[in-house]
């Protein structure tokens, strides 16, 4: 009978003791705690609930479009001629864009979006991608079949990290990671079992890389396993720093010299808002410092259409370029690609249009380049906004949003606070942004989830919201952050 | 110097002997030597080089639309509703796709497809096809909160499984699956270093699952490892049957017994083609079952926007069902999901089309079920032809293709051939699909690459191009096979 049944095989198969620990091992603060804190706030005030605020305020992901970011309208149009062909038909359609459309449906199979691509992509779109970066780096060459499209950056990073992670030995690989870092990274590296070695950047100096720190990093990390990997986020998630040439070469000095493959993610590569910094791709750099490292480092780089300043998450578009793989290890990793068959085709298509945009002999180029400085200008405007803003609050301090999408600052959480929430068994920034989030409404991620140096706290937001909810949210953090303040002091 | 940096750290950091073992171990061979062969010949025709036929025709890989089969309206229309949502205002766009792009969008951030979605998927769509669930099922529940949308049905299989195979303890963890099977479990298997635990399927009765065959690897596997799960194809790929409700009975009452956690893919729901075959889901059959059954088993059912009528590969869209799953566990999987974000959107809004289709009093019903039984149709004409021409082959036999997209005869090779397969190294029915591949253009699978009984020899084919295409192609094999026949037993 069920009883017995139940009782002789304990259950359940798949419970928590049973489930894979690397799993259980796996923490991804971007969508975590807080995150469904937030949604259950949302769901109550649906509901008819009330709360000190009539809205949930999302600042923990950078996800454009659901703060109110408009599409490109190019993309979307190649995009949906692609999707419905019969659109060619149409005199509402550009033919620029019906050109782009008819040429990647060329390059799929049945001239279809609905057929499998090649598992590293659809051919004309890699070639586009080479073009692309060719341009980009100023003429540093650039070879289509080192291009893999992929399903947003994640999947790529992931991917490399299966390659270079091994097996049994997996608790001896060592990974080379920024604190602060965007999560993924210490996900992947707990679901695959491997050693989060991390190198903390230099808050102070604008949260530059220090290269000092790298060797120590390293050679700390070779007492107890192998460091093979070093993970660079440029421009910084969650910090917004971008990197200077000079700290480049020295990590891909660092790379040659101990003999490290290197992950450049440059998924902000167009999120760059502050004068004086621009960004340096790490091939570029490569390349400058002569075929003795062009020739020899391992570098894989990656791309996104989630990010800049189309904001194309839902796509799950991006590409990887990968140099120096050893040819073998290439046909590997083409293989393992093709397990998963191939990367979404639309989100290949948009790809396609952010490396391939109108030129000024097009007749959509005006409209193109007018929606593109405008998103990228409210975003200078905005990441200069918060910085202003935040600075101005006493024991708040933010490093310039340099790029990307998210200001990172450090708060000052007072002893007393800092008590009570180890009391609850909580780190103290997840207790001050569950406390900002029931008092205020507004969603952002402690700085736990992305690593900080010990006894620090911040919060990353992102910088998205449109330049008058942006005011209304850093008003409320303000007025928060000094009742806080006030609230712990005041018990002192 | 270079030369001393290169000696004294031996060049490249991932190399063979560096190379995760693991990714080493995965085969695919849906997108294995034989393709990348076929690929290269198609370049070489297409550079102008000769052979004794014009084109390859691809039949290893189910991608219908590359094919020719034309994607359906209404589906598309709606895709491109969503895509670019101008559109609403166009007369040429019917109100029911105006309709459902309208609700799809509203589930969605910012009301854009380019918003990330919660990692199980836009909470509309998960409605729907919990809706779609129910009626197809005839009134069991299904709970839309134990949906998951997938980036395919590989990306839903891949995460339970990782669940399920557990880190340190991996060689530790069986996994049954079906012999022949597809291939994308056994590279999982391997990537994950699990145990592959082969239960064989009965080719002298339609490739049925016989479930004293399930006892006796069961048994079997017990003695070195721990089988955790049984996954079931059905109908089956590359075998084709369809299971009877009795079988599916059995298998959940071995599962219930042993406490096995169940997977079944069931992306083939849609293609039934033998009049006295139907399709019972393993969810409505453990309904059935008696609520002891239905509130213990643990069961992840699996289904993709690729296959069925509308073939849509290319967006990677699917879903996953999963009932009786312990809820820190489902915690514990939707963490493990919003590590990868979200599945694509297109590919989300193409799942809603499929389970949400037009109904008799809108008005693109008429034309979407003309689509609809017009491929359904065509298929079913294909299935029976390709039984019918090859097991008049001598020497072929090939089982009634009852439902999915592929034949998997089996082919006699003579003993002559054999031998000069192994004198190279090789399967003998790689050897045999090399030589048809070079001789007649047509790219079909060897059956090693899905698993058969030791001594037995087989290929998978589709049966997805076009009638007239497909009536050559089983000519050609027809004529292959007799000469292949005569040059081997000449030898003898």
């Keep these: 009978d069920q009883t017995s049944h139940l009782i002789c095989n304990g259950g359940k198969t798949l419970t928590m003791d049973t489930l894979n620990p690397q ?80 040429r990647i449906l060329q390059g799929c199979g049945g001239h279809s979006l609905g057929s499998y691509s090649a598992s590293p992509g659809v051919e ?25 499209l992929t399903t947003g950056a994640s999947d790529g990073i992931m991917t490399i990290l299966r390659l270079l992670v091994s097996g049994k030995d997996s608790s001896r690989t060592g990974v080379m990671i920024p604190i602060p870092q965007y999560p993924l990274y210490s996900a992947a590296i707990s679901e695959m079992d491997a050693v989060q070695v991390n190198y903390y950047l230099d808050e102070d100096n604008c949260w530059a890389l220090d290269i000092n720190e790298l060797y120590r990093a390293y050679q700390a990390a070779k007492l107890h396993c192998q460091p093979k990997v070093i993970c660079i986020i440029n421009p910084g998630n969650p910090t917004g720093q971008v ?78 370029e990968v140099i120096n793989m050893d040819p073998e290890v290439k046909a590997q990793l ?36 007018q929606e593109k400085s405008s998103v990228l200008g409210a975003l200078a ?3 200069k906004l918060t910085e202003q803003i935040l600075n101005a609050v006493p024991g708040i301090k933010c490093n310039p949003v340099q790029g990307a999408m998210y200001a990172f600052p450090r708060i000052f959480i007072p002893p007393k606070a800092v008590e009570e929430a180890k009391a609850l068994g909580m780190q ?26 010990d006894g620090t706290y911040h919060f990353r937001m992102t910088i998205l919201p449109s330049i008058e909810k942006l005011k209304v949210l850093l008003g409320k953090v303000r007025d928060f952050h000094i009742s806080f303040l006030k609230e712990y002091s005041a018990l002192e």
């Design 428 to 453: 103290p920034d997840m207790f001050y942004c569950l406390r900002l989030l029931e008092e205020t409404g507004i969603c952002v991620v402690p700085g736990s989830g992305f690593g900080q140096k």
């Design 381 to 383: 405007d905005k990441a």
């Design 243 to 320: 990197q200077s040439k000079k700290c480049i070469e020295e990590v891909l000095h660092f790379a040659y010299e101990e003999n490290l493959f290197v992950m450049s993610d440059e998924v902000y590569q167009d999120n760059v808002y502050t004068p004086d910094c621009q960004f340096h791709s790490f091939k570029k750099v490569l390349y400058e410092m002569g075929p003795e490292y062009f020739n020899s480092v391992e570098l894989a780089s990656f791309h996104s259409t989630s990010k800049g300043y189309t904001g194309e998450c839902g796509f799950r578009g991006g590409y990887m």
């Design 334 to 369: 083409v293989k393992l690609l093709s397990v998963r068959l191939c990367p979404p085709l639309a989100g290949q298509a948009a790809m396609d249009v952010i490396v391939n945009p109108p030129q000024p002999d097009e007749h959509s180029y005006k409209q193109f380049h």
């Design 124 to 148: 004309c779109i890699r070639k586009d991608i080479a073009a692309y970066i060719e341009q980009r780096d100023e003429g540093v060459p650039s070879d289509w079949e080192n291009i893999y």
């Design 23 to 102: 799993v259980k091992a796996v923490e991804y603060a971007v969508r975590g705690p807080i995150v469904i804190k937030a949604g259950e706030i949302e769901k109550y005030l649906e509901e008819g609930g009330t709360k000190p605020f009539s809205e949930v305020i999302k600042a923990n992901i950078g996800d454009a479009h659901a703060m109110g970011q408009q599409p490109i309208t190019f993309l979307r149009q190649v995009v949906a001629l692609c999707t419905f062909p019969e659109l060619m038909d149409s005199p509402s359609f550009p033919e620029d864009a019906k050109w782009r459309a008819r």
